[in-house]
């Protein structure tokens, strides 16, 4: 069975910067083709996909956001890290991680998905 | 960036009838790489569909997706009261990942 957690600070002052940490069980982040994904979604709006960390080490960010953005992971731990600078009120919302991973083939293509997601953590920026 | 827009913003059913919501995309995307999400208030998404058309584990049969190219479509045959609820397509292409903006199904 697949889990992840998130966790981290509920409240942060604008301009501070944001740390969070998933920790996940079920599968290894060193499995090929694995992926962690970090995913927002402000009150009322749709998600938002902020970044992915693949088991090779490959990182990938949202092009609106790369410059305040940083993922890492500890395979060891099973923990994939995600740190925002610079936050501002907009940056309110629930913090997803996501597991990515293989699902099965697909009309003979190999299928992947973001299949399993964490609670969500809701983080509220204001000073 | 692959834009995803969804039609309706809004539908409201009556428990039994069929739903369809549309996806399309600003660019053509890979079948393989096109995704339904569920939430229900207070939950997180929950993955329905993967590759345009497999149901994810646990998922009922009235569930079904389709389509290719830039546009897709997700259909419930019969809703359920536990079907009403927001749908989200997803997309990955590129290592890119992006959401459209929803489909709220509710209650008529």
């Known amino acids: 069975q697949i889990t992840l957690k998130e966790s981290g600070p509920t409240l942060v002052k604008p301009t501070q910067t944001l740390k969070l940490t998933c920790t996940f069980s079920?599968?290894?982040?060193?499995?090929?083709?694995?992926?962690v994904a970090w995913i927002r979604q402000p009150p009322g709006k749709a998600p938002e996909w902020l970044a992915v960390?693949?088991?090779?080490?490959?990182?990938r960010y949202s092009p609106s956001l790369e410059s305040r953005l940083t993922i890492t992971k500890d395979t060891s731990k099973n923990q994939v890290v995600l740190s925002m600078t610079n936050m501002d009120p907009v940056d309110t919302g629930t913090y997803y991680c996501?597991?990515?991973?293989?699902?099965?083939?697909?009309?003979?293509?190999?299928?992947?998905?973001?299949?399993?997601w964490g609670l969500g953590t809701l983080v509220t920026v204001s000073s | 960036e692959i834009v995803l827009t969804q039609s309706p913003g809004i539908l409201s059913l009556s428990p039994g009838e069929r739903a369809t919501l549309s996806c399309r995309a600003s660019?053509?995307?890979?079948?393989?790489?096109l995704a339904w999400y569920q939430q229900q208030a207070g939950q997180a998404p929950r993955l329905l569909i993967f590759?345009?058309?497999t149901r994810a584990t646990g998922i009922p049969d009235r569930f079904s997706g389709s389509g290719s190219g830039t546009d897709f479509t997700l259909t419930i045959s019969r809703l359920e009261p536990e079907d009403f609820a927001v749908y989200y397509c997803?997309?990955?292409?590129?290592?890119?990942?992006?959401f459209g903006p929803g489909t709220k199904v509710e209650i008529k």
């Open positions: 997803h997309q990955f292409g590129s290592s890119i990942f992006t």
């Open positions: 660019h053509s995307v890979s079948s393989s790489n």
């Open positions: 079920g599968f290894s982040l060193s499995t090929r083709g694995v992926g």
């Open positions: 960390i693949y088991w090779n080490d490959d990182e």
């Open positions: 996501a597991h990515y991973g293989f699902l099965g083939y697909c009309s003979g293509r190999l299928c992947y998905s973001l299949s399993d």
């Open positions: 590759g345009a058309s």
